[in-house]
């Protein structure tokens, strides 16, 4: 069993999705054939559309990353498996790096807490979007430059991966047909 039929058990399907009685009013967009086919192009774009929009931004990530393959005709299974680049396992370490990234760009100082936080830790997730948001322009100017060399990154070593690979098989296939 190679990756894709193992990755694929995981996926549902075109016609699963197009029955669903919630996604039913999407299907004349869902219903392209090139959302769901496994091509070279369709692939390294939906990796890249994932990585882009799950490094980029924190909340809906995946049903941005699906507007944006059906506008562009990539993958969407891939796309909206991308975008767990950014977990809760690794959104902490993601938006730091992408702080100190920004601020080094912008030159802005790494903010300190002050001793009123530091005493009384942010309540539930409102304090915590509130620090987040008073992070600013370093974290977004970091998020963009994160998200963008990420996407174009992604998108350069699948193309480059799915052509070796497909180049090594048809080297394999021509090696057998040889008479030996």
């Known amino acids: ?39 070279r192009k369709g692939v390294a774009l939906g990796v890249a559309l994932g990585v882009f929009f799950g490094l980029l931004i924190p909340l809906a990530q995946i049903p941005v990353t699906a507007a944006a393959a059906i506008v562009l005709r990539a993958n969407l299974p891939v796309a909206a498996a991308s975008t767990l680049v950014t977990n ?5 370490p993601v938006y730091y790096a992408a702080y100190r990234l920004g601020g080094w760009i912008t030159g802005a100082s790494p903010q300190t807490l002050d001793a009123q936080d530091q005493e009384t830790p942010p309540s539930g997730t409102s304090g915590l979007w509130e620090r987040i948001r008073s992070l600013g322009k370093p974290l ?3 998020l963009a430059v994160m998200a963008s060399l990420g996407g174009l990154l992604t ?17 394999a296939r021509q090696q057998r047909k040889r008479p030996g």
């Open 1 to 39: 069993m190679n990756l894709i039929d193992t990755i694929g058990r995981f996926i549902p399907s075109r016609e699963s999705l197009l029955s669903s009685r919630w996604l039913g009013w999407l299907s004349p967009w869902l219903g392209h054939p090139k959302l769901w086919r496994w091509s």
């Open 88 to 92: 809760p396992i690794t959104f902490g």
């Open 140 to 142: 977004l100017v970091g």
């Open 155 to 171: 998108y350069l070593s699948t193309d480059l991966l799915w052509r070796w690979r497909t180049r090594s098989r048809w080297k």
